[in-house]
């Protein structure tokens, strides 16, 4: 029996460790006088908040992440509302001291587990008008320009399933499918008509309340839902350089894996040219969600 037990504590513990916990070490953005210059381009009447892997879902401390998405009339948005609402104080801070020539960096408000870190699941805006979605992916401290770029929304290929569970007080029924290269669960609500979930997931006959990768490495569940007035921001086109998905997938992922070496890091060196020495390494295990 005690066998039986290490055993099942040490695979708990297993499962646990394979969950993408912003290992890399990436820096989290600056983002500099951006955010004062953002727009509002939509108006949301109601907001779902997302746990991304939660350690305790009772303790948004414990979240690597708290996403929203945003119904607009126009569209919807997935973000960080960690990130938006460091960035509402930054907005304040420039507001109270107009002369100032920059304005502090975000992390000074940054709430949820490892707020110095960067990951793109956090620092990306996902904007779905009709059958397209636009990422706009702020990169980490490092690189110079955040990327965006346009792409129709690939088909999920569901397969609804009879199981059901309540989440949020609705009866929410399952599906799988796999996309991406990754094998998905899902718990959608039929009482909500929202073809939509958290990141870019979506496509089922009702809102996304939770979804996780068969291996655990990715889970998004929903901790609230709220109806009111929430204002839908884009920050300057003119800053983020027009991309591909491909293009921003694979600088994602390389920052991911060795985010030293990825941002030109170099070792100090006295003798030579500018003291700019051997490139710096640091290689970090990691899985995105999209493996193609």
């Not at 727009?39 to 305790?56: F, P, V």
């Not at 607009?72 to 907005?91: H, I, N, P, W």
């Not at 001291?97 to 992390?107: E, F, L, T």
């Not at 059901?164 to 718990?187: F, N, P, S």
Request: charged letters at 25%; glycine letters at 8%; aromatic letters at 12%.
């Amino acid at each position: 029996m005690n066998k039986i037990i290490i055993l099942l504590a040490l695979v708990a513990l297993s499962c646990k460790a394979s969950a993408q916990n912003k290992q890399s070490g990436a820096t989290a953005p600056g983002r500099h006088n951006t955010v004062v210059r953002r727009k509002q381009i939509d108006t949301a009447n109601l907001r779902i908040l997302y746990a991304w892997n939660a350690e305790d879902i009772k303790q948004d401390s414990t979240y690597l992440d708290l996403g929203q998405l945003l119904i607009g009339k126009k569209m919807t948005k997935y973000c960080s509302l960690f990130v938006e609402q460091a960035d509402d104080e930054r907005v304040k801070w420039h507001k109270a001291n107009p002369h100032a020539q920059s304005v502090p960096n975000g992390k000074w408000w940054m709430r949820g587990k490892k707020p110095d870190i960067w990951s793109e699941y956090q620092y990306s805006d996902i904007f779905v008008h009709g059958d397209t979605l636009n990422e706009w992916a702020m990169m980490p401290l490092g690189q110079e320009w955040p990327l965006r770029y346009e792409e129709k929304i690939q088909p999920f290929g569901w397969k609804l399933g009879t199981e059901r569970k309540t989440i949020l007080g609705h009866e929410c029924q399952r599906a799988t499918c796999h996309w991406r290269g990754r094998d998905y669960v899902a718990w959608f609500a039929p009482d909500i008509p929202i073809r939509r979930g958290p990141w870019k997931f979506g496509g089922l006959p009702g809102l996304i309340l939770k979804i996780y990768d068969t291996r655990h490495l990715y889970t998004f569940e929903a901790v609230g839902i709220e109806k009111g007035s929430f204002p839908i921001w884009q920050y300057p086109k003119e800053e983020y350089k027009k991309s591909t998905r491909r293009q921003t997938w694979k600088l994602q992922v390389a920052f991911n894996r060795n985010y030293l070496l990825t941002s030109g890091r170099r070792r100090y060196d006295p003798n030579a040219p500018g003291g700019m020495g051997a490139p710096m390494s640091a290689p970090h295990p990691y899985e995105p969600m999209e493996l193609e």
